[in-house]
């Protein structure tokens, strides 16, 4: 059985910077496409970024210069790490995680951006 849990949201004002880490556990051959995905309130979920098993990171064009995503296939990790936050990145954030062909998602934590 596989877990997948994030950890690392808070309470942060403008211009701040937070990282995320989530983390899969479990039985596990193989990773591939890891990614980040954040719910506004109110709002459907929108996809953030993507790390490939190729190395390639690709980004949403709203966060686009300001969030970095990597990974560490070592302990199944995928990281967000997020500066310069603004207001409107207030939200849940849940990873997505290939895990053998079949995607897993957390539960998300929370992040919120004040003003």
């Known amino acids: 059985q596989v877990q997948v849990v994030e950890s690392g949201g808070g309470l942060v004002q403008a211009g701040g910077s937070l990282r995320l880490s989530c983390v899969a556990s479990?039985?596990?051959?193989?990773?591939?496409?890891m990614g980040w995905y954040r719910q506004a309130p109110g709002k459907q979920r929108e996809w953030v970024a993507t790390?490939?098993?190729?190395?390639?990171?690709i980004y949403a064009d709203s966060v686009k210069g300001r969030f970095t995503i990597s990974r560490d296939n070592a302990p199944n990790t995928v990281y967000l790490q997020m500066n310069s936050l603004r207001p409107e990145d207030t939200g849940v954030y849940s990873c997505?995680?290939?895990?053998?062909?079949?995607?897993?998602w957390g539960k998300g934590t929370l992040v919120t951006v004040s003003s």
């Open positions: 479990g039985s596990i051959r193989s990773l591939n496409t």
């Open positions: 790390s490939t098993s190729y190395g390639y990171r």
């Open positions: 997505n995680i290939q895990i053998d062909d079949k995607d897993y």
